[in-house]
């Protein structure tokens, strides 16, 4: 079946799908983005990621390429015209198409949208979380305002690959006072040796992820306690427990960080009943009946 993308107001084939050379997302990385699971055709918490998106677009004085019930809608479109029942949708704004030049474009200027979704296979992931992931932790080099979703993600990029050229799945990046800020594309957690879960504040030095928050309420339905502040990598050496949350990986078990086994190796018993709570603590929007 081909792959249709969503491209400034057309579903066109995904293999031929095109921006222009002149997007400012190509030129200045000068664009946002959001990453929405599909779970059982089911869109997750697509309120927050709209939500979110609004607040990256009005830091960056962007509009909105068509209005948000709108986008709401196509993203679920192309969902059902791409038959993902699990999977992820992507959707990316930039500041539009204008002759290269640092300052805004004219404000006649419209934002460009482009909306793809493609399949996940979930036996894999949860093949993946079973058996949880090592992490390496790196120095935290980005800029300040990694609260804004947006594309310019190459320090993230570099991080994430050396992860991956040094055997682990992901990258904790490290401020300069030795405390985790956040994964390259995932939160941090830890579980502390009296169970306290334990993750970064959402007021400066990370993305406020969405599964973040919805991990915080489906931890709350469980009783569990959670303190809201900054880590260092010797606690999460000496964690109980440690995980990311994602939209795409949800509550992923970490079991090795730095090459040091957390606790026994094994995935958390906290954080695999958080991932077994999160789906009930998520909103979830019906894509209907896939094409
Ligand atoms: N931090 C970073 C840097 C990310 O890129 C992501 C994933 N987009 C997250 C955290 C997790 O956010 P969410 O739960 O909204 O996917």
């Not at 990453?35 to 939500?51: A, K, Q």
């Not at 996940?120 to 979380?129: G, W």
């Not at 030795?178 to 959402?202: D, F």
């Not at 994602?246 to 086994?261: L, N």
Request: charge should be positive.
């Amino acid at each position: 079946m081909a792959r249709i993308a969503y491209v400034n107001g057309r579903y066109v084939p995904h293999a031929s799908a095109q921006v222009h050379i002149d997007d400012r997302g190509y030129q200045f990385a000068d664009s946002v983005y959001e990453v929405c699971e599909i779970v059982d055709g089911m869109m997750i918490d697509r309120t927050g990621h709209l939500d979110r998106l609004d607040r990256s677009l009005g830091e960056l004085a962007m509009g909105w390429p068509l209005d948000r019930s709108a986008l709401a809608r196509v993203m679920i479109e192309v969902a059902r015209r791409n038959r993902v029942r699990d999977g992820l949708v992507y959707v990316q704004v930039s500041r539009g198409v204008a002759p290269r030049d640092h300052p805004f474009p004219p404000a006649a200027t419209r934002p460009a949208i482009v909306i793809t979704a493609r399949r996940v296979d979930p036996a894999a992931v949860a093949r993946k979380a079973a058996a949880g992931v090592a992490v390496i932790t790196v120095p935290d080099n980005r800029w300040e305002r990694v609260d804004i979703k947006t594309t310019g993600l190459l320090p993230n990029v570099l991080a994430k690959q050396q992860a991956l050229d040094s055997g682990a799945a992901e990258a904790w990046l490290v401020d300069a006072d030795g405390m985790v800020t956040e994964g390259a594309s995932t939160n941090a957690w830890i579980v502390t040796g009296q169970g306290t879960l334990v993750t970064r504040p959402a007021r400066s030095g990370i993305l406020r992820g969405i599964t973040r928050a919805t991990v915080l309420r489906a931890a709350t339905d469980l009783g569990l306690e959670v303190e809201e502040r900054p880590f260092s990598v010797g606690e999460a050496h000496g964690a109980r427990e440690a995980f990311m949350t994602s939209a795409t990986s949800r509550v992923m078990p970490v079991v090795a960080i730095d090459g040091r086994p957390v606790a026994n190796g094994h995935p958390g018993q906290t954080a695999m009943a958080l991932r077994a709570a999160y789906l009930d603590a998520a909103e979830k929007t019906p894509l209907g009946r896939t094409r």
